[in-house]
């Protein structure tokens, strides 16, 4: 009866290797999903309700993308209701209305005719911001709004209120009143602004860190084929010398394919890929060298290492064979014969 031997300790602890490997991806695989489900939603302003207010003005405002690179927010303002400016009979303006903007890039002032159905406005705020810090960069605009009538040829400030919603595909807004400042004073009082700040969403922020660590997985690997070749623990495959240098040439496509595209000289460049690359290129020297020195002699190379060099055509084609031995005994021999 034959028994089954049991199985080996290396065995065992491959099998465990390759399970902590599976959950490790199945809780990363987990995580980016739940946060990108999270993330999905709209970042308001309070104030945008089916009752606007009767006494002022209310604007709606509208981030439509962000240009982190550019430090700046893309939005639409949109006028909900002219309140005690409106006409009675019409609900339209009975004088034109101009609101002005702070911190945008552009120009900071539009102007609604009379009796015009306004269409939302498009802006461009200067936000303060860091790209460099991706993905832990956020960036801030305050924001003051106020909407001015012409009254007997004077320019009267209307109370003005602001709400809306933001929903851009991974950023996260937020929204806070923070004190004016003396760019807008009206009445010797400056206008109340609103800060909103633009962060990378969760999902993001999971999305390019998963991807960081598998580029810091690729030298790791390279590495551990190189030196174990170079020990002599395994056979020297030429071949792998190409598999490598595409591992090398991978790195900046995984670079570039990090979501918000953060610029060269980011502290991901510094901290990670620098030394990804780094640690391709030792891997690949390394492996040359288990080459050189694992690596079966080709057809002309002598015993001792060295190169032969082959002799030359004419000189291998003027040498002739040596002549064939006569048989020892080519005539008989003397007593070999019987009596």
Same mark, same amino acid.
């Given at each position: 009866?034959?028994?089954? %031997?049991?199985?080996?300790?290396?065995?065992?602890?491959?099998?465990?290797?390759? !399970?902590?490997?599976?959950?490790?991806?199945? &809780?990363?695989?987990?995580?980016?999903?739940?946060?990108?489900?999270?993330? =999905?939603?709209?970042?308001?302003? +309070?104030?945008?309700?089916?009752? $606007? %207010?009767?006494?002022?003005?209310?604007?709606?405002?509208?981030?439509?993308? &962000?240009?982190?690179?550019?430090?700046?927010?893309?939005?639409?303002?949109?006028?909900?209701? !002219? /309140?005690?400016?409106?006409?009675?009979?019409?609900?339209?303006?009975?004088?034109?209305?101009?609101?002005?903007?702070?911190?945008?890039?552009?120009?900071?002032?539009?102007?609604?005719?009379? =009796?015009?159905?306004?269409?939302? *406005?498009?802006?461009?705020?200067?936000?303060?911001?860091?790209?460099?810090?991706?993905?832990?960069?956020?960036?801030?605009?305050?924001?003051? &709004?106020?909407?001015? *009538?012409?009254?007997?040829? +004077?320019?009267?400030?209307?109370?003005?209120?602001?709400?809306?919603?933001?929903?851009?595909?991974?950023?996260?807004?937020?929204?806070?009143?923070?004190?004016?400042?003396?760019?807008?004073?009206?009445?010797?009082?400056?206008?109340? *602004?609103?800060?909103?700040?633009?962060?990378?969403?969760?999902?993001?922020?999971? !999305? /390019?860190?998963?991807?960081?660590?598998?580029?810091?997985?690729?030298?790791? @690997?390279?590495?551990?084929?190189?030196?174990?070749?170079?020990?002599?623990?395994?056979?020297?495959?030429?071949?792998?010398?190409?598999?490598?240098?595409?591992?090398?040439?991978?790195?900046?496509?995984?670079?570039?394919?990090?979501? /918000?595209?953060? %610029?060269?000289?980011?502290?991901?460049?510094?901290?990670?890929?620098?030394?990804?690359?780094? /640690?391709?290129?030792?891997?690949?020297?390394?492996?040359? @060298?288990?080459?050189?020195?694992?690596?079966?002699?080709?057809?002309?190379?002598? #015993?001792?290492?060295?190169?032969?060099? #082959?002799? $030359?055509?004419?000189?291998?084609?003027?040498?002739?064979? %040596?002549?064939?031995?006569? $048989?020892?005994?080519?005539?008989?021999?003397?007593?070999?014969?019987?009596?």
């Amino acid at each position: 009866m034959t028994t089954v %031997p049991a199985p080996t300790r290396p065995r065992r602890r491959s099998r465990a290797v390759a !399970f902590i490997l599976i959950a490790v991806l199945a &809780v990363a695989y987990i995580g980016v999903v739940t946060l990108y489900a999270a993330s =999905d939603r709209i970042a308001s302003i +309070q104030g945008c309700t089916d009752d $606007p %207010p009767a006494d002022g003005v209310l604007l709606k405002l509208t981030p439509q993308s &962000v240009d982190a690179s550019g430090d700046r927010i893309a939005a639409t303002i949109e006028l909900l209701s !002219f /309140g005690s400016a409106g006409s009675a009979s019409t609900g339209l303006l009975a004088e034109p209305l101009t609101v002005l903007v702070s911190d945008t890039d552009g120009p900071r002032t539009f102007t609604i005719a009379q =009796d015009e159905i306004p269409s939302p *406005q498009s802006v461009r705020f200067i936000t303060d911001g860091y790209v460099e810090r991706w993905p832990f960069d956020s960036h801030a605009v305050d924001v003051a &709004v106020v909407a001015l *009538q012409s009254v007997d040829g +004077q320019m009267v400030p209307l109370d003005t209120y602001i709400c809306g919603s933001a929903h851009v595909p991974g950023w996260d807004f937020a929204s806070e009143e923070v004190a004016g400042t003396d760019e807008i004073v009206i009445d010797g009082e400056p206008v109340t *602004q609103v800060r909103i700040t633009a962060t990378r969403s969760l999902a993001t922020v999971a !999305f /390019g860190i998963v991807i960081l660590i598998l580029m810091a997985v690729l030298p790791v @690997l390279g590495l551990t084929v190189a030196i174990v070749a170079y020990r002599g623990i395994r056979k020297v495959e030429a071949t792998l010398m190409s598999w490598m240098a595409a591992m090398l040439f991978a790195t900046i496509p995984l670079r570039t394919f990090l979501p /918000g595209s953060p %610029p060269i000289g980011s502290w991901v460049d510094y901290t990670v890929v620098l030394w990804v690359l780094a /640690g391709l290129v030792v891997g690949l020297a390394i492996y040359v @060298l288990a080459w050189l020195r694992w690596g079966a002699r080709g057809e002309r190379a002598a #015993a001792d290492g060295s190169i032969a060099v #082959a002799a $030359p055509m004419a000189a291998s084609a003027s040498t002739t064979a %040596p002549e064939e031995a006569e $048989p020892a005994d080519a005539h008989g021999g003397d007593g070999g014969g019987a009596d």
